[in-house]
């Protein structure tokens, strides 16, 4: 069974194993992970090697702080304006490409002033903006943008340029795909369950500096220093959650061989898709422009709702699920996160490939 979900999403096999002969009893320990304390040596241990493997496998630099969240992404739409408004810079810059980076400005609204340098509203959130079209103030507290668009299935190539502004970036759905330069960020913030782990999870790793906005009044919880000054430990962590991660880092480094493999890898998984909508380009109608698409969830429509159904269950029938596109938008969307074997993507290729041949 291919598992083509946007999330939670499907895990390395050699994970699951993992999980599976680690769950009764840590080794060495005698419990399983989800059992013993987030204060307790061996816990400290997971919880060390998993924010290490991070740090080596994305390059971020001592000056930024990795912090261990829950409250999912959805979270972070409210904790980012409250902890980086500022008296001096009370209005933040959203750079709009999809339904996400929507739901992010509209939760920002809430804390503080909210510009939207860009919006693709009245193009359906097909296409990235050209520098030349963004609208940024210089004197913004930061810049938010949705790295990649999960339900649109648009995500930017490269970081647009924002000047000295700090760069917010949402990457919920491609953390991790590809080495990025931590340095054009102030702050990055991912929900674990497509590319990272469990649902419960959430990583935020900030520049330091940036820790200094955050104001006393906010609750403990909301403020990005209190989890900073106690190692993420303020409360319980989502210990399970971190665990996972721990095992996902090292499937990256050992199994895969760093990020730039994991980018070959999801490049050829992608264009495999791709070219098949570009082979049947009235029977398959890609939602991205060609130019903005996303290598993490592949996005299209089949000429008819009926066409759609037809083509879930069929697919459904060969074992490849959860292609259904998002409520929002309907139409079907193939989840490909770095977890999906590039045999999951050939059988889906040969499966579509069929299905056009037969019912174009
Ligand atoms: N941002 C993006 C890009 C997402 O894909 C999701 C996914 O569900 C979210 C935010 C919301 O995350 P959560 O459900 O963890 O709050």
Redesign the pocket.
Known sequence: NYNFS??PATLPLSVLEKIQSEMLSLPGVGASVIEISHRSGPFLEIAGAAEANLRKLMQIPDDYAVLFLQ???????SMVPMNLLTDEKKSADYIIT?S??K??SQEAVKEGGVRKAWDGSDTSYTRLPAASELDLDSNAAFVHI??????QGVQFAAEPEVGDVPLVC?????VMHKPVDIKKYGLIYA????NAGP?GL?VVIMRKDLLERSKDSLPGYLNYKTHADADSMWNTPATFGIYVLKLVTDWLIDEIGGLEKMHEQNKLKAAMLYEVLDAYPEFYQGHAAVDCRSLMNVTFRLPSDELSAEFISAAKAQQLTDLKGHRSVGGIRASIYNAMPVAGVETLRDFMKDFASKKA
């Open positions: 946007a999330g409250g999912g992404s959805r979270l972070q739409f999809g996400w980076g739901n992010a949705t790295s990649n668009e999960t339900i949402d990457a919920s759905s491609d929900c674990a369950q497509k649902a959430t």
